[in-house]
């Protein structure tokens, strides 16, 4: 375990003075149930996703000039689990986390959900070990990254574009759902009076609408 913990320091960038702080933020509840640990990360997560908040809240305020309904949905989107679990992929966390053997047959540590708890978790230990400028640096680095946000909300913009040209409201329909319970991916159009009018992937059904809401939103434009 020690070389594992060391590793993934090493991958973090940020040396633990208490490496039980670290060792408790990868470990998942399914591990401390089949070791019969007293502890995991669970607690941590919830530190760090307030933790996060915060950081992020203050970035935006900073960076931004929009009104808060706009810098809301930015925020959802930087803290969404889509997003938290591709930087916990960018410091390859999913090798170090701790869990079952039943998870691990199941690729659990792949999983969005899973990536993104445990780098909340991450985030909380980080912080406990040192202080919250050191934890608001390291979460500051990620946000620095962070590629453009999408601000506009297509699926609602679409709805009002339809309802004033057609008196009525799209409708989506899951055109293909396919791939592992982990890496889910959806397939959805979107119709206005039976006609299709958009399409889109998505890792999640909403994601999906989104991107099909946003096709049909720039046809109807044209």
């Avoid at 607690?43 to 203050?58: K, N, Y």
Wanted: hydrophobic share 35%; with cysteine; proline share 1%.
């Amino acid at each position: 375990m020690s070389d594992k913990l060391e590793e993934v320091q090493k991958n973090l960038g940020y040396e633990f003075h208490n490496l039980n702080f670290l060792k408790i933020a990868l470990t998942h509840r399914s591990y401390s149930s089949e070791y019969g640990l007293k502890y995991c990360n669970e607690r941590m997560e919830f530190l760090g996703d307030s933790i996060l908040s915060a950081v992020v809240s203050e970035y935006l305020y900073n960076k931004y000039s929009d009104d808060e309904g706009k810098l809301s949905q930015i925020k959802a989107q930087i803290v969404s689990a889509k997003s938290l679990s591709s930087w916990a992929k960018k410091i390859k966390l999913h090798k170090f986390i701790f869990i079952s053997k039943s998870e691990e047959l199941n690729l659990a540590r792949h999983r969005d959900s899973l990536l993104c708890d445990s780098f909340e978790a991450v985030i909380g230990a980080i912080y406990l070990d040192s202080n919250f400028e050191n934890v608001k640096s390291y979460i500051n680095k990620f946000l620095n990254l962070q590629q453009t946000v999408e601000l506009m909300d297509y699926k609602t913009s679409l709805q009002e574009l339809v309802q004033a040209q057609f008196q009525t409201l799209p409708e989506y329909k899951v055109v293909k759902e396919y791939g592992p319970d982990h890496d889910k991916k959806f397939e959805i159009a979107v119709f206005i009076e039976g006609k299709q009018f958009g399409f889109g992937r998505g890792s999640s059904k909403k994601e999906a609408e989104q991107n099909s809401a946003k096709q049909a939103y720039r046809k109807l434009n044209k």
